[in-house]
């Protein structure tokens, strides 16, 4: 499984931004919506925290409390991605965002110990 993070860049405080994460699956034959996903950022001198998380079909999501009722998670799975859509953002939102896949359960999970596969990376700075 590959995955590839995108629509990181420059946004003023207040602003929104929409992160995307589409997946490419090996040839196993398990297909993306049997999976759960989430989004993680890691700040410049910080370890990596938990944003977000959405189980296989989309029905359940839990968020960290510092984004909590700012940022929304959501799934297409005829597409193959996951969403993070971003709004109200604060400067203390820079980060770098990682999307995760975590092949082995279908449930949402803050746990970054249970995810196994990661995208690259995609930047959001938060600046006036």
């Known amino acids: 499984v590959q995955l590839q993070a995108s629509g990181g860049g420059l946004v003023q405080p207040g602003g929104s931004l929409r992160l995307s994460c589409s997946a490419a699956?090996?040839?196993?034959?398990?297909?993306?919506?049997?999976?759960?996903l989430g989004w993680f950022r890691q700040a410049p001198g910080k370890e990596r925290e938990f944003v977000a998380t959405?189980?296989?079909?989309?029905?359940?999501?839990s968020y960290a409390d510092s984004v909590k009722g700012r940022f929304a998670i959501s799934r297409d799975n005829a597409k193959k991605t996951v969403y993070l859509q971003m709004n109200s953002l604060k400067p203390e939102d820079t980060a770098v965002y990682y999307c995760?896949?975590?092949?082995?359960?279908?449930?949402?999970?803050?746990?970054?110990?249970?995810?196994?596969?990661w995208g690259q990376g995609t930047l959001v700075t938060v600046s006036s």
């Open positions: 995760a896949l975590d092949s082995y359960g279908v449930e949402p999970t803050s746990d970054a110990r249970d995810y196994d596969y």
């Open positions: 699956m090996d040839a196993s034959g398990r297909t993306f919506d049997n999976y759960a």
């Open positions: 959405i189980n296989w079909s989309g029905s359940m999501t």
